[in-house]
């Protein structure tokens, strides 16, 4: 087994009908790091992430998740392996309204079977646990509608979400770009540490160079991106 | 699966306004739809139970349809009589076992009236060879006596011993030119059959007879209230003509020949009808109509399921987020597909769940109004498996119709993958 949790060779990624977005001849993200990715807007960083869950297609190069060349997977097996080894948090809006707070933390359970298993029996509890560790303990809380809370309480549940049952992947795109700097900062520390606890990979991406301090490393996707930034 | 269908539930209930608006229009018309369908299996059966027992109806030659609807269901007019002396030659036939000749024309108050002998009582049957069964009083036993059905009784509040006179032809009121110095008295009142029957006043044909001493123009003559009530009951009272009889047969099997010497009877030309063959030909004529109604509830249906679609594809654009991010968690796009299905079907069969149980407690409480009041049985249209076959249908058709929005969101997750702007 190869201790990268995420390697990149020769991506080449553009949007149907459009100039290549991605041009990445080399990135590796190691097991267990946590590494910050910034760019500016529009440079590119939301579709590098969707190509690492699988949910697009490169059109050339190889893009391993955990050792295995997700090109040479069926898109149900990429599915699969989005649901068991990654957990993901968006910029905003990540929570499914319908959902109890609890709800929305297991919810990648109910598509991963590997993920039940680490988590063992009481999903609930796990669930509680770790809004705990993320700093929601307030019972009265967890009982609002998802749509009640505020942006950093609903960042911090899907934070919960993505760590739920130890992904060995954890990506984050821009999820504090709604907050104030102190939440921000409150919240990367509670995210790393949470992942450091879990053993997972953090890729956190954003365009605020600021927060590079909080993180293991720091890339530029110009750096690694020969595509460029037409932003 | 489980998981997506608690999902699915979730949506909904988070949905509950519109989701209840569209239930309730799927449940409306699955109930409209079933209500038709029981109501016309029970107006078929009510038809068809109106006259049982008698092997053959008797009138003068006119379509056999129209034949049925005078005798029987007390609807138009005999184009022409039957003379007493050739009802007496078929009814002396070998092969005939009972006759009871009746005589139509009158009225009481808009309800028809019919002359009749007692074997009337005897023979004449309803349903499952029911026979008429009198709730109060007696028979006729006076010439003035009469018998009211239970409709009769009900709308007019008569009872035992009410005076009524009844008027010359079918006026709906008993107004103008009538037989009011005949008064009859009631003797006695029939239970409800479901059948016209209760909607009837039975009176001796002697008694038409009586009343129609003096107007043998057709008209009344300006003598006939000289003649008082005494010198009538001398008279011989036998009839002249009658409008039909119905025949019962000493053996089934030759009901054929019996009626095709009826029909070729030397003198006066008769015309013998058999009841079910006659009935039959009768509800065809209705049965367009009643596919018409039909039709236009499987259209209602329709209708309600295309609420289903506009209510979930409305739904889809502001969900579009939400799809997103259930594939980012790990959902399948099938997972969203079978979401979307789910949803519908849901929706589907509970409205036609609802329909059901409120059809069904509709026909609870007005049942037995409508069958008291229209002789419409409902009564035994309780669940079967039209509605196990309206639910499986519905909510099938509804699983169908879920994968219009299941696809767009299917292919829209794919277009999508995680990168969808909100
Ligand atoms: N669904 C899409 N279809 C076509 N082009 C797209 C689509 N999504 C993104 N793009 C284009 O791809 C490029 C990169 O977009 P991307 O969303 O990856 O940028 P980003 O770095 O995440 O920006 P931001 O910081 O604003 O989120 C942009 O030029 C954008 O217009
Ligand atoms: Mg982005």
Redesign the pocket.
Known sequence: MTDLAIQIDGLRFA??G?AP?LDVPAFTLARGERLFLR??????????L?VIAGVLEADAGKVSVLGQDLASLSSSARDRMRADHLGVIF?MFNLVPYLSVVGNVTLPLKFSAARRKAVGGDAEAEAKRLLGRLGLTDEALLERRVSDLSVGQQQRVAAARALIGAPEIVIA??PTSALDADARDRFITLLSEEAARTGAALLF?S?DASLARLFDRAVD?AEINRAGV?? | MSAVLSLAWKSLMNRKGSVILTLVAVALSVALFLGVDKARTGAREGFGNTISGTDLIVGAPTGSVNLLLYSVFRMGNATAEVSWPTYQKIADRPDVAWTVPISLGDSHRGFRVLGTTNDYFVHYKYGRRQPLKLAEGAEFSDLFDAVIGADVARELGYEIGTPLVLSHGLGAASLGAGHENRPFRVVGILAPTGTPVDRTVHVSLEAITAIHVGWETGAKNPLADTINEKMIRSFDLTPKTITAFFVGLERKGTILTTRRAINTNKGEPLMAIIPGEALAELWSVTAFAERALMAVSVFVIAVGLVSILTSILTSLNERRREMSILRAVGARPGHIFSLLVLEAGLVGFLGAVVGILLIHAILLVAGPMVEARYGVSLAGTGPGLTDLYTLLAVTLASLLIGMVPAWAAFRRSL???L?V?V
């Open positions: 949007w149907k459009n977005v760019g500016p807007s529009g440079s590119g960083k939301s579709t590098l969707g910029q795109d821009e991406v365009h996707l037409k932003a | 277009a999508d993958g990168s702007k």
